[in-house]
């Protein structure tokens, strides 16, 4: 889908969203500040980003930043009007536009919190593309409690004596308009970017992309890093990382022998460390090159950076901050994790704050293939039945779109992870399975995909109807309840009658039961009661809940 009809199928979506959270959710849920970010109209809508060049200077004495961004976009429906976001607590400089004779001209605006509605001069006609350059400074927002809460984190490198600063941000959910202006939407990304950044002499920044060269500004105090990403990338994953890093070179080579390179940046303190801690990167890369082809951001590379706080998926360049500890299954769950997110959340994308099950459910999945890649099918249920432990059932996992929608719990990780290892039993072939698996990711490669589309991808790819489950486990808080009861059927048999009682009409989830003095027996049940004879005395019935996330209920033999 090219970016227009994203943006036409998005206005479409937000049209119905608002609709359904009038009717499900209270109005005193979602602010105006919501609905200005959350939600698609002409003056976002009518215009679609190429582009951006972010150009910034960091001062870490006096946490302050200043800069410009050069937004470049092309017209989809003529308009006079357009939204940029950035945050109040950043002071607009000014927003100008080249003019017919190559001159810049200031543009009028106005705030609505958040929000900057610009005025053009005229209304360009639809196929145009212009730039405007928004120019500004501020203190951004410190953030409390990274990643978990947005903004920029000032601290220390306390590795060495020389206690260099130590500068990150994060902004997933907060929202990259904290720092940086530009269209805070996950529907609209650009094409490429650059970002260049000053920071004092003698620090380094690291960003997304590919490094294209230093040099010195403001008469040698300062060095301005340049960067450029050579792919779409969405705006909560523009990153910052600046200090006196310690610098690893080393490559990945995939299976047809092209070589990716591999960037760690480090605290010097911590050098000998990654060197061996970060070893587990190739075994990873070859797992999900398996499961979900090459890595997706290649020319770019792949780039672990050492932060203050635990992690983030910056794209193409993954924030570590794991203290370079295993868990208790022998891997670092933020390197595996947040390298997960290349291909499920910065490769394919969701188009909503909504839809980030999108993002988690398929990375927190991945990393039960990383464990069968590298372990037994035993440890890899293990690891599976700890995750279970924490889901919560409370909340659907697709929330309302339009409004800026958080998820309430962590079910997105969890529970979605579950459904996908639920649907894989549901198609009960996992070579189909896991090549669906694989389509998904490389034909929807390096674009914004929709949750429908998703149930419409694998349901054709598999040849399974798949939509009964993944409606009852997104739009539904309550799991699945397999239900069932015994009662004697003369002397030497048992009639166990079974069904499903679930939300979503044609839910057919298959399940595997077992006597003790049988195999396992695979049941196709319904919404309707079903029968099942089995021999009398033959013992309990098991129910394997290793292949499917549901609950049982079971009634006493009559």
């Known amino acids: 889908m090219n970016a227009i009809s994203r943006l036409a199928f998005a206005v479409f979506l937000s049209i119905l969203s608002q609709l359904s959270v009038q009717a499900q959710t209270p109005a005193s849920r979602f602010t105006h500040a919501d609905s200005l970010r959350g939600g ?12 951006y060049d972010l150009s910034l200077r960091v001062d870490p004495a006096t946490q302050t930043i200043q800069g410009s961004n050069t937004i470049r976009y092309k017209v989809v429906k003529p308009f006079r009007r357009m939204q940029v976001d950035l945050f109040a607590s950043m002071a607009v400089r000014s927003i100008t536009q080249k003019g017919s004779n190559g001159q810049l001209k200031p543009l009028a605006y106005t ?12 209304a360009p006609a639809a196929g145009q593309v212009r730039d405007i350059t928004i120019s500004y400074a501020g203190k951004p927002q410190i953030a409390k409690n990274a990643p978990w809460d947005g903004g920029f984190v000032w601290r220390k490198d ?22 940086w202006p530009n269209k805070d939407h996950l529907s609209d990304e650009p094409d490429s970017m650059r970002i260049r950044c000053r920071v004092p002499k003698g620090l380094t920044c690291v960003s997304n992309g590919k490094l294209v060269g230093q040099k010195p500004a403001a008469g040698g105090t300062q060095t301005e890093w340049t960067w450029f990403v050579h792919y779409p990338i969405n705006n909560y994953n523009v990153t910052l990382n600046i200090t006196d890093y310690a610098h690893i070179s080393d490559t990945y080579t995939a299976k047809d022998g092209q070589k990716l390179a591999l960037d760690y940046y480090v605290l010097p303190g911590n050098l000998a460390r990654a060197k061996a801690h970060f ?42 901050g ?15 994790h947040e390298s997960g997110h290349e291909y499920f959340g910065n490769s394919l994308s969701c188009a909503d704050q909504a839809e980030m099950w999108i993002h988690e459910s398929f990375t927190t999945y991945a990393e039960a293939l990383y464990m069968a890649c590298t372990q037994d099918e035993a440890r890899t249920i293990g690891y599976l039945n700890n995750q279970r432990k924490l889901i919560k059932n409370k909340f659907p996992m697709l929330g309302p779109l339009g409004v800026n929608a958080e998820q309430e719990d962590t079910d997105i990780y969890y529970k979605g992870a579950w459904m996908l290892h639920t649907l894989r039993y549901a198609v009960n072939n996992d070579k189909t399975w896991f090549a669906a698996i694989r389509a998904l990711a490389t034909e929807k490669q390096r674009s914004i995909v929709y949750t429908d589309e998703i149930i419409d991808f694998l349901g054709k790819q598999t040849g399974v109807n798949l939509r009964p489950l993944f409606d009852q486990y997104l739009r539904h808080a309550d799991l699945p309840t397999f239900e069932y009861k015994l009662a004697g059927k003369g002397t030497d048999e048992l009639e166990m009658n079974y069904r499903w009682v679930a939300d979503t009409d044609g839910f057919n989830l298959p399940v595997w039961v077992r006597t003790s003095t049988s195999d396992w027996q695979l049941l196709r049940p319904t919404r309707s009661w079903q029968t099942l004879t089995l021999k009398a005395g033959a013992g309990p019935v098991s129910v394997d809940r ?13």
């Open 40 to 51: 698609l109209r002409p003056e976002r809508t009518s215009y679609d980003v190429l582009f």
């Open 546 to 558: 290793d292949k499917g996330l549901f609950d049982v209920r079971v009634t006493a033999v009559e």
């Open 111 to 122: 705030r609505d919190g958040n929000a900057l509605f610009i005025t053009l001069p005229d």
């Open 158 to 179: 306390t590795t060495t004596a020389r206690q260099a600063d130590w500068v990150t941000v994060a902004c997933e959910g907060t929202g990259a308009s904290l720092w």
């Open 279 to 320: 070893a587990q990167v190739k075994p990873m890369l070859a797992c999900y090159e398996t499961h979900f082809g090459k890595y997706p951001f290649w020319r770019d590379g792949y780039k672990l950076v050492e932060t203050p706080y635990w992690g983030m998926e910056h794209q193409s360049a993954v924030a570590y």
């Open 322 to 336: 794991n203290k370079y500890r295993n868990n208790a299954y022998g891997f670092d769950f933020i390197i595996i």
